[in-house]
């Protein structure tokens, strides 16, 4: 079985792959964006700027602008940390107190409830909504 960072590792990967076919995808359903919006707008805005109707009850400020990501990062999105920061089932001490909800389980718990009568990987189920999430994240960087 392979270890959550070795997944999040080939995951990223993949990721950059997506985010390079992000641009002729403008025209189909945007499952990132879906994402986001179902679960992040609420504190993080429409815009990613950290001004959702919830941020207020946020208790670290730090990290609510989304699209200053790559900006405080010299430059460079950094795609891992993202996608463990999203997924949040192993702790990272560097980020600091979790405010934020763990996507990773909460994504896991979701899918035991979906499709029930369908075999899938649950595992990739819940990575592929993470990998969504962090190619809009990509994509809502300021220029």
């Not at 390079?20 to 993080?44: I, L, P």
């Not at 950094?78 to 909460?106: C, F, K, N, S, Y």
Request: hydrophobic share 40%.
């Amino acid at each position: 079985m392979h270890s959550p960072r070795h997944s999040l590792m080939a995951l990223a990967v993949a990721a950059s792959a997506l985010f390079t076919q992000a641009a002729t995808a403008a025209d189909k359903f945007d499952f990132g964006k879906r994402e986001y919006e179902s679960n992040c707008a609420v504190c993080h805005g429409m815009k990613g700027r950290g001004d959702g109707p919830y941020a207020g009850f946020v208790q670290t400020k730090r990290g609510l602008d989304l699209t200053t990501i790559q900006k405080r990062n010299a430059g460079v999105f950094p795609l891992l940390q993202v996608l463990e920061t999203i997924d949040g089932r192993r702790e990272i001490a560097a980020h600091g107190p979790r405010d934020m909800p763990i996507w990773g389980r909460d994504y896991l718990e979701k899918g035991r409830g979906d499709y029930l009568e369908v075999p899938y990987d649950l595992e990739r189920y819940v990575e592929t909504r993470i990998v969504a999430l962090a190619d809009y994240l990509f994509r809502l960087q300021a220029k």
